[in-house]
């Protein structure tokens, strides 16, 4: 009987030292799935100016557009390059402001339609191939994340893990979700 105390004590102290150490592992593994999709947000951020600039060459009269474009794009940028993923306000200003670039990139597809010869040009459509593997990679780097989102808070919601994740003070995590999911998870058409 008098090891009894001491086998539960350690046992205990065993399941919290794992259930930590699983804890922080899921929190570090969503992190880094979420700077991946930083990674690439950048990348669409920098091609933008490069497609309004070929744009501008064709439709020079088609401003406004151009200009939703660009205010979308450095709206955008102003949040990703300041973001954490325990912020719920800013992961969800984040999205929108993805979601409002994503259309206003829209009308520059519908531009393409409107001016055969920008649709013709060499450079437009290495930069909407290139925007389309981009669009692709978000969509599933965003479904990478907010699975391991998702495995994270499941850990930390559920008994007897809830309690420890209490204790150590590790908090939900936050999804990233763009207004335009529909028009995001399908890659944009290119069509020559």
Request: aromatic residues 8%.
């Amino acid at each position: 009987m008098e090891w009894l105390l001491p086998a539960i004590l350690l046992l205990i102290v065993g399941y919290t030292i794992l259930a930590y150490n699983k804890m922080v592992r899921m929190r570090n593994t969503f992190q880094n799935a979420f700077r991946q999709i930083d990674v690439i947000l950048k990348q669409r951020h920098d091609m933008v100016p490069q497609l309004v600039a070929t744009v501008k060459g064709y439709a020079s009269h088609e401003q406004d557009t151009l200009t939703k474009v660009i205010d979308a794009r450095n709206q955008a940028e102003q949040l990703r390059a300041g973001i954490t993923t325990d912020d719920a306000k800013n992961m969800l200003a984040l999205g929108q402001a993805e979601g409002l670039l994503g259309k206003a990139m829209g009308g520059i597809f519908a531009l393409s339609e409107a001016y055969p010869e920008l649709k013709a040009d060499g450079a437009f459509r290495d930069l909407m191939e290139q925007l389309t593997s981009i669009e692709s990679r978000v969509a599933a780097s965003r479904r990478g994340y907010n699975n391991t989102v998702l495995e994270f808070n499941n850990v930390i919601e559920t008994f007897p893990t809830n309690i420890l994740a209490n204790m150590f003070n590790f908090r939900r995590a936050n999804e990233l979700e763009f207004d335009d999911r529909e028009a995001i998870q399908a890659a944009p058409k290119v069509e020559f």
